[in-house]
């Protein structure tokens, strides 16, 4: 495949295409669009962690004026647990039917017992409180550690684990050589337990839908979502109404980070909508967002490492115990597969264990399980740095990575990063400035899969001469910027002329997710095939203008041109000359393409934190931060240093001050701004990047993904940082200010063994 | 479905007159910047709301014949910081009402408000103690004025009796080397509500501290005026010594609680070390540095 | 509830609607006037997503009932551009990458414009402080802080 190298647009930092309506006001989210005739919905929700159901008394409800519909359990389609998984990607439909309605047990507080729409938000409120729930509470546990004590309340009594009912859920591992024999051959072994609390993905827009069903069953859905096609497979499956008859529009969204890849409201709102015969709008507040969608895993992680005096790693364990909520399905994949990859160990042995409890169920957050797991391992390797008396960062390159080393998760890598973010992190500017009294430096790296994935696109050249693109996933990063510098690059053209704009279930082909830093590699993928495909349209057109083979023709600069002087002497055609003529030449110009896009590889970014602290208060403040990404081609800088920027303030949060707050009754205590504590303007320093390119030779224009990797690194690198101000480990997060105070007033710790 | 009824009185009588009569169903809206907040959450679902704005006693700032100055309840603390001299005699006051929220809630939010609200955390309430200000409040019964730190009666909670509306707050004439300051704790540095919150005000003479109040809150159900505190520094150039033991004052008159915001021992512990920060601030505006 | 009527001033234009007594003006942007730009992130005030100004003062639209605004002059996004021309602050935006999802910017630079006319040379910790009423979760903030600066000196050059 031939790079594309011209950098005319590529590279360049172009205005995104839905810009102008984002900073004047005009951009639809999901929240911003009515329908005539549209009423709103309202969730009931449990007030008890753990019940079982006995029943629902609606009848009250249903008879207040306004109200049009009530719906239950009854009108979700069930899929029975013995019947065994039913997959739509990662999500098991078994979990997503019961984690949008509660069936015969309520398994968190916030979790959907009953949904009213009614005339006003008001009086959908007011009926919610009409609906008569009896539940027989049930003991329940939140933390993992309780969770998994042999006298813990099972939530699913079918989950056996060991032969019993458990809330261990599931368990994975990676395994290379022996562990046993490894940590045997090693100078120095460190072995650490690291907490952390369950984080919100935080995303600005709270969930909203407008849904409409016809009496002839076909039903149009705006969302904020990240994915048309699985809002559409999932409300289908949820409610029974063919995919076919479902035009799931996605609305512009909010943010998402992972946190809208699954539906909550739609289902309902579908079912509201088809039994009321009008449009149902539901948005959530604040407050359910944060009681009822799911926040990421608390953890708990033991991580062993070895290394021999020389600085080389012989061994290295982790267990990774990630909460998963109300039901299976931790990111447990990404904390064992993801934390050791940077490296090239021989024996390793990585576990993973997914533990229900009762809280609401966990949703994807930014590389998954990644973050976590990282924050463990890149703290050990430390330690085991600080004992060997070598620096951090040349330790790592003394154990990186590199083309040919076979991952922990399976497959071997081809030319990778890895070893250039170190080195860029050495020499940057940041790794060498002076450090002041009460500041401290800390390192981490990280990685994160990526992934392919299915993708559709359509190019379609106007009648005038310009370009629309239409794409499958919706832009929550500044794909369409991407696209759009892509298109042009490739026909030539000023990017201005290019259109990029998100099809619907029913105008565009299947595209998979928004999520897994895959959007622009597989729509470039998609776009540049249809555009390519385009090109050649338009050199067959000009060659039988001219009268010479096509393959005398080339395009270049928005225009067909002989190949030679040798093929002829032709004025060029351009793209507007060519698109007027199209009718009388076969017809409308465009293209479109689907596939399921390979060649995704890996991200590793490795990043520097400076932090100063106030020991008098224990506030720890990050004064510097520099992220290095291989990115592998930054198509727009901006928008890739934009996701490194986002990802690093969220880290940052996580390290420093969010985690979620139960009450003795098990419900969240801090379910809003006030006291879910994410940085604000005046928390962080300016956040520098330093992009390294190493093309993705799979890909035409060289993409990698690089929306996750770059909250991977990050907590690991604030804790090493104060540690290297304190010379205090944590080894739970956050490291606010009454836990930092707490252990600097503990007496010094022994050395290290 | 509750009825709400939503009147802006122009005259103090009317709005003690309508907010008598709707006794207990009854709210008053100065910037309501808690009010609608908990209006929103269903914390409080109030029958008739008084809107005070148009009140001009309400929203006045002025400087008293004798140097003191009066602020109308309603006041905003981007009003209070826009007056030319206000913040010059009384910085500490002036930073703890702008440290309330964002600068947005700080387009609305009073002190009347942040005081009537009855958070045992709210910014401005340490500092309006230390200032030693009287609020004056009018009720059916006529007009009466309050010793500010006499105000709160617990979270959520006044001493005001029903009917009785805040009118304003009057800060005394402030002796030459006067001046204060208001600090606090918070894990962000912005947007939390207060885990210590601390105001000091002092006059000083020659190096020597003449007068002292100190204002601590939410360490306790109410705002503290800590008197052994001021004792401590009263008579000290604010040496080491004399700031150790107010701080230590300071802590002993804790009385917090463990929640989402701060432990028992955090807050104790942070309550001297504030106290120390702040003492050294308002001492250098004080000697004019 | 019976209806309340308000008569107010919205981005220069006088405007009359309708509204629940205990609507706030986010509730009556986004409902009777139609004007979407103003988002709701929290209803709580600490997001600053519903951000407008009330007699030129940066407020939240969220914190204010709609019956307040009667008699004021209401300052929104939609009236930040003058017809086609964008304000210097919207264009900076656009072309430093100063936003990403969108949700957060009509806040933000219904605020910055209050901070310019306030302070027309802020330092960096000037801007942050007064932006901290804004959050924003895709951005980290970096490039939106740099905005307003050169946004900032290029108005302060003309």
């Known amino acids: ?753 | 479905m509750t009825e709400l009824r939503y009147l802006a009185p122009d005259t103090l009588d009317e709005a003690v007159g309508a907010f008598a009569k709707a006794g207990s169903a009854a709210r008053i809206l100065a910037g309501g910047t808690d009010l609608l907040v908990q209006m929103r959450s269903g914390v409080l679902k109030p029958g008739v709301i008084v809107d005070i704005k148009k009140i001009p006693e309400m929203t006045a700032i002025e400087q008293t014949a004798d140097g003191g100055f009066r602020i109308g309840a309603a006041v905003s603390g981007m009003a209070l910081a826009e007056h030319k001299s206000f913040g010059k005699v009384w910085p500490g006051v002036l930073e703890a009402v702008n440290l309330i929220g964002s600068k947005q809630v700080q387009g609305r939010a009073s002190a009347g408000g942040n005081l009537c609200n009855g958070s045992p955390a709210g910014d401005s309430v340490p500092a309006m103690v230390a200032a030693g200000a009287i609020v004056t409040v009018q009720g059916p019964n006529g007009r009466r004025d309050i010793k500010v730190e006499d105000v709160p009666a617990g979270p959520g909670r006044t001493n005001l009796k029903p009917g009785e509306i805040l009118v304003s707050f009057t800060l005394p004439p402030r002796p030459a080397g006067s001046s204060d300051a208001y600090l606090r704790m918070i894990p962000r540095t912005e947007m939390d509500i207060a885990v210590v919150g601390v105001g000091v005000s002092l006059t000083m003479k020659d190096g020597v501290v003449t007068a002292a109040r100190v204002g601590l809150g939410a360490v306790a159900p109410i705002v503290l005026l800590v008197e052994d505190a001021a004792k401590a520094l009263i008579g000290s150039k604010l040496d080491d010594a004399a700031l150790a033991k107010a701080a230590a004052a300071c802590s002993a008159a804790c009385r917090p609680i463990d929640d989402k915001r701060g432990t028992i021992a955090y807050r104790t512990r942070v309550a001297g070390v504030l106290l120390k920060r702040t003492a050294a601030i308002a001492a250098k505006r004080a000697q004019g540095k | 509830m019976a209806k309340v009527h308000v008569t107010t001033s919205i981005n220069g234009e006088p405007m009359e609607f309708l509204c629940e007594p205990n609507d706030t003006m986010l509730d009556a942007l986004r409902g009777p006037l139609g004007l979407t730009g103003s988002k709701e992130g929290c209803a709580s005030g600490d997001c600053g997503a519903c951000s407008i100004t009330l007699d030129d003062h940066l407020v939240c639209s969220c914190l204010m009932l709609a019956v307040e605004s009667e008699g004021h002059e209401i300052g929104t996004i939609e009236g930040m551009a003058q017809g086609e021309k964008l304000h210097p602050l919207q264009q900076k935006f656009l072309e430093m990458a100063a936003l990403q999802c969108g949700i957060c910017t009509s806040g933000m630079l219904v605020a910055s414009d209050a901070l310019l006319k306030k302070n027309p040379d802020p330092t960096e910790e000037e801007v942050r402080f007064w932006l901290a009423g804004n959050l924003c979760r895709c951005t980290g903030y970096d490039k939106i802080v740099r905005a307003v600066m050169e946004t900032a000196a290029e108005m302060r050059a003309q």
């Open chain 1, 1 to 753: 495949m031939n790079l594309v190298t011209n950098n005319k647009w590529i590279g360049q930092r172009t205005i995104r295409p839905d810009g102008m309506d984002k900073v004047t006001g005009r951009a639809q989210f999901a929240a911003d669009t009515t329908m005539p005739g549209m009423i709103w919905g309202k969730v009931l929700r449990s007030p008890h962690p753990h019940a079982r159901i006995r029943s629902i008394d609606t009848s009250k409800a249903e008879k207040l004026p306004g109200v049009k519909a009530v719906v239950t359990a009854k009108d979700i389609v069930d899929f029975p647990i013995a019947k065994g998984a039913v997959m739509l990607g990662i999500q098991d439909m078994r979990w997503m039917c019961r984690n949008v309605m509660a069936r015969d047990k309520a398994l968190f507080p916030g979790h959907p017992v009953a949904a009213v729409a009614a005339t006003t938000e008001a009086i959908a409120a007011e009926a919610c409180k009409l609906i008569e729930v009896d539940y027989e509470v049930l003991p329940w546990s939140i933390e993992i550690e309780d969770a998994i004590k042999p006298d813990a309340a099972v939530l699913h009594e079918f989950n056996k684990f060991e032969g019993k009912p458990s809330n261990i859920a599931g368990r994975l591992e990676h395994k290379k050589g022996d562990i046993a024999e490894g940590f045997k051959k090693a100078d120095v072994v460190i072995e650490r337990t690291f907490t952390t609390r369950p984080v919100h993905q935080g995303y600005i827009e709270p969930h909203a839908c407008l849904i409409s069903v016809a009496s002839d069953g076909k039903t149009t859905i705006w969302s904020s979502s990240q994915g048309q096609f699985m809002v559409r497979a999932m409300t289908s499956m949820l409610t029974g109404i063919p995919q076919s008859d479902i035009r799931a529009i996605p609305a512009e969204i909010g943010g998402g980070f992972g946190g809208k890849t699954i539906v909550y409201l739609e289902p309902l709102a579908t079912m509201l909508a088809k039994k009321s015969g009008r449009p149902v709008k539901m948005v959530m507040t604040r407050e359910e967002v944060m009681r009822a969608t799911g926040p990421t895993s608390g953890s708990k992680s033991t991580v062993k490492i070895g290394a021999t005096k020389d600085g080389k790693i012989t061994a290295a364990h982790g267990t990774f115990y990630l909460q998963a909520g109300a039901f299976p399905g931790s990111p447990i994949r990404g904390a064992a597969g993801c934390s050791f990859t940077p490296y090239d160990i021989p024996n390793l042995l990585s576990e993973g264990y997914d533990v229900v409890s009762n809280r609401s169920k966990v949703a994807a957050y930014r590389a998954p399980g990644a973050p976590i797991g990282a924050y463990a391992v890149e703290c050990v390797l430390d330690e085991v740095a600080e004992a060997l008396k070598m620096d951090p960062l040349d330790f790592r390159l003394k154990n990186a990575a590199k083309e040919g080393t076979k991952a922990a998760h399976g497959p071997t890598f081809p030319r990778i990063g890895y070893i250039e973010t170190v080195e860029a992190a050495k020499n940057s500017d940041h790794y060498k400035a002076p450090l002041g009294k009460l500041q401290g430096r800390g390192v981490a790296s990280g990685f994160w899969f990526n992934a392919g994935g299915e993708s559709s696109a359509q190019v379609n050249i106007t009648e005038d001469g310009n370009v629309v693109v239409t794409t499958g996933h919706p832009d929550i990063g500044g794909s369409r910027a991407g696209i759009a510098n892509i298109c042009a690059e490739l026909l030539g053209i000023d990017y201005r002329r290019i259109s990029v704009i998100i099809g619907d279930t029913q105008t565009v082909g299947f595209s998979n997710l928004t999520g897994g830093s895959r959007v622009l590699f597989a729509s470039s993928m998609v776009v540049t095939q249809s555009t390519e495909k385009i090109i050649q349209t338009l050199r067959e057109r000009a060659a039988k203008i001219w009268e010479i083979d096509p393959e005398a023709v080339k395009w270049e600069n928005g225009a067909a041109h002989p190949v030679s002087p040798n093929a002829g002497q032709f004025e060029p055609l351009t793209l507007e000359q060519l698109a007027e003529k199209a009718p009388a030449m076969g017809g409308p110009i465009g293209a479109g393409v689907q596939l399921n896009t390979t060649g995704a590889d890996g991200g590793f970014g490795t990043h520097v934190c400076d932090v100063e602290v106030d020991v008098d208060l224990g506030i720890a403040r990050v004064i510097r931060y520099t992220a290095v990404q291989d990115v592998g081609r930054a198509i727009h800088p901006g928008y890739v240093e934009g996701q490194l920027q986002g990802g690093v303030a969220q880290g940052i949060g996580w390290a420093l001050n969010e985690e979620y707050i139960y009450t003795k009754e098990g419900k969240v205590d801090n379910p809003g701004f006030l006291d879910y504590r994410m940085p604000v303007c005046s928390d962080l320093p300016m956040l520098d990047c330093i992009m390294v390119e190493i093309p993705n030779p799979k890909h035409p224009q060289g993409v990698k993904g690089v929306g996750e990797v770059p909250l991977v690194p990050v907590m690991a690198a604030v804790a090493n940082a104060i540690y290297n101000a304190l010379g205090k480990r944590f080894y739970a997060l956050p490291m606010s200010p009454p836990k930092v105070l707490e252990k600097l007033d503990e007496p010094t710790q022994q050395a290290a063994e």
